[in-house]
């Protein structure tokens, strides 16, 4: 079955560094979007991508669409204690949508 | 939460009962989503819809059962609840046009 992995599961950094997350799916995909979580909280929407190769930045954030449309990214630049939260990927095919085990970033000040 | 309203926000269950998750949007929207999330995971779908009185089962459906029959409401029943069945549950909606998923506050459920 469809399957979208994610990685990494955990990352600490410190204020300042930057973060990455990748994101991998077994079958090709309509479009990927991005969603945060705050702890306790529900996923809220960030982006979506839709073109094969396509690139979109929102401020510190960019995210990246692979050529194959199976595989995604989010970079954050000069993390904040703002950005503390886990970020999930989720691949769109067939009606439905597919979420990555999403990655828990902790910043510390 | 844009509209979309999950009750109740927590509940406890014995092994055995059953119990109905209610989840209503006043935006019209057609597409709607019902996920679990379990500690340190992702969510999975367990039903959805695209409009009233049109279901589908999603990756994880059984033990579950749903019903569309307003645009507004989207109900998630738990027949014989398990504590396989002790998670976090999210409902969600889409606006025509779109496939941003808005989500409710989720309902969190230990089945003990």
């Known amino acids: 079955g469809q399957q979208v992995m994610q990685i990494p599961q955990y990352q600490h950094v410190q204020e300042g560094e930057d973060f990455t997350t990748y994101c991998n799916s077994s079958?090709?995909?309509?479009?990927i979007q991005w969603y945060k979580q705050r702890p306790g909280g529900h996923p809220v929407f960030l982006i979506q991508?839709?073109?094969?190769?396509e690139v979109k930045k929102q401020k510190r954030l960019t995210f990246q669409f692979g050529e194959a449309k199976k595989n995604s990214s989010l970079h954050i630049t000069a993390t904040q204690t703002t950005d503390v939260g886990t970020y999930f990927c989720?691949?769109?095919?067939?009606?439905?949508?597919?979420f990555g085990t999403g990655t828990s970033l902790t910043v510390i000040p | 939460n844009a509209g979309v309203t999950q009750t109740p926000k927590f509940r406890i269950l014995k092994i055995g009962q059953s119990m109905t998750l209610q989840c209503t949007q006043d935006?019209?929207?057609?597409?709607m989503y019902w996920y679990r999330q379990d500690p340190g995971m992702g969510l999975k779908l367990i039903y959805y819809?695209?409009?009233?009185?049109?279901?589908d089962k999603g990756e994880v459906p059984n033990g579950y059962n749903v019903s569309r029959s307003t645009t507004e409401d989207f109900p998630l029943r738990l027949e014989l609840a398990a504590p396989s069945q002790t998670s976090v549950y999210f409902c969600?909606?889409?606006?025509?046009?779109?496939?941003?998923?808005?989500f409710g506050a989720g309902t969190r459920l230990s089945v003990l």
């Open positions: 991508l839709v073109k094969s190769g």
């Open positions: 989720a691949g769109y095919t067939g009606n439905q949508f597919y």
């Open positions: 935006m019209n929207h057609n597409y």
């Open positions: 969600a909606s889409i606006p025509s046009g779109t496939d941003i998923q808005y």
């Open positions: 079958t090709t995909l309509s479009n």
């Open positions: 819809s695209v409009g009233a009185g049109i279901t």
